[in-house]
């Protein structure tokens, strides 16, 4: 009994020294005065600007559709060089992004989820030249990590706040998507039994639909999306199966009416509240700037009304100044 109790206290006593020696480095980091804060404000500048969002979202954009060039091997043939020089372009152009966000903030820039995904994709974008080294150009797998450089469009979520809106609102929802997917599991499990039984018999069985597990599983899914349910019903009805009218009747009534319409609503009811509060943000947003120019134009108002009573004030002592003088010098004489 001691043992585990000596192991657990161990444990929470290490892992308490872990969590006050990163915040303590994490203290001393952030008191750390840069030597370069006008550099780091002007780079802040440069990447929170609407321009170097455009920039970046037509990178990506175009940076897309030339992979969908790539996938036609004429195309591919005739613009190889092409291709080539704005791979490269566009590798240069996430690098210095990730870059530039990192030196703006080294500390706070890996809290932010988004952010990490960059990451991620940043990697994936170098993993084909260091296999390209390693292996050489005749790797086996060197198509697949060329396949998944469509992940790239993925950092089109950094600069769109409706989609993180979107993603979100699913993360939200995850749980009872979950729960939902486990009871569809569950239904497609009792009736792949139950249809084994009913129809998978060797003896006068559909064995083409019915025969396995695996090909009843396929089955199900397809009477579920209510896709070619009639021609797998011709065939039950074929091997003179009595219970079968009742058997997909009711699988389909459950799996694609019940299921499926839950999973829809429970997917659509937090994405309409998440679209109605990126709405209001959007509402307040603009209603924030539209109070803002309205206090700078009173402001500009104010500044007009002023100069003229400010000028004329300064005429007159100019001219009081001189009167003054001008006594000055007659009393002097």
Not at 84 to 104: G, Q, R, W
Not at 287 to 314: A, D, F, G
């Amino acid at each position: 009994m001691s043992e585990p109790f000596q192991q657990d206290s161990s444990e929470v006593f290490s892992s308490s020294l872990f969590d006050i020696a990163s915040d303590v480095l994490y203290e001393r980091f952030r008191k750390f005065k840069r030597k370069d804060e006008q550099c780091q404000a002007f780079v802040k500048r440069v990447i929170t600007s609407r321009l170097f969002k455009i920039i970046m979202i037509s990178t990506i954009s175009v940076n897309a559709f030339f992979m969908v060039l790539w996938t036609d091997y004429k195309i591919r043939y005739r613009l190889f060089r092409l291709f080539e020089i704005s791979e490269m372009v566009f590798v240069a152009i996430y690098t210095s992004e990730f870059s530039m966000k990192v030196y703006v903030d080294p500390i706070n820039y890996w809290k932010d989820g988004y952010n990490l995904l960059d990451v991620v994709i940043i990697i994936i974008i170098f993993i084909p030249y260091v296999l390209h080294e390693v292996k050489g150009k005749h790797f086996r797998y060197l198509n697949i990590t060329d396949g998944i450089q469509s992940l790239r469009i993925l950092k089109l979520i950094t600069y769109s706040q409706a989609i993180r809106t979107l993603i979100t609102a699913m993360g939200q929802i995850v749980y009872i998507v979950a729960s939902v997917l486990i009871l569809f599991f569950i239904l497609l499990y009792i009736f792949a039994i139950l249809g084994f039984y009913l129809f998978g018999v060797l003896e006068r069985g559909d064995m083409n639909n019915w025969g396995s597990l695996d090909t009843i599983f396929f089955t199900l899914f397809s009477l579920a999306t209510v896709e070619g349910w009639t021609d797998m019903q011709t065939q039950l009805e074929k091997h003179n199966f009595i219970v079968s009218r009742a058997f997909t009747i009711i699988f389909i009534l459950l799996a694609s009416f019940i299921f499926l319409s839950v999973f829809v609503g429970v997917i659509i009811m937090p994405t309409e509240v998440s679209l109605k509060k990126f709405e209001q943000d959007l509402m307040l947003e603009k209603h924030m700037e539209e109070k803002m120019q309205m206090i700078l134009k009173q402001q500009q108002e104010e500044m007009n009304r002023w100069m003229p009573i400010q000028k004329t004030e300064t005429v007159d002592k100019n001219l009081s100044f001189k009167s003054c003088t001008v006594r000055l010098c007659i009393c002097w004489a």
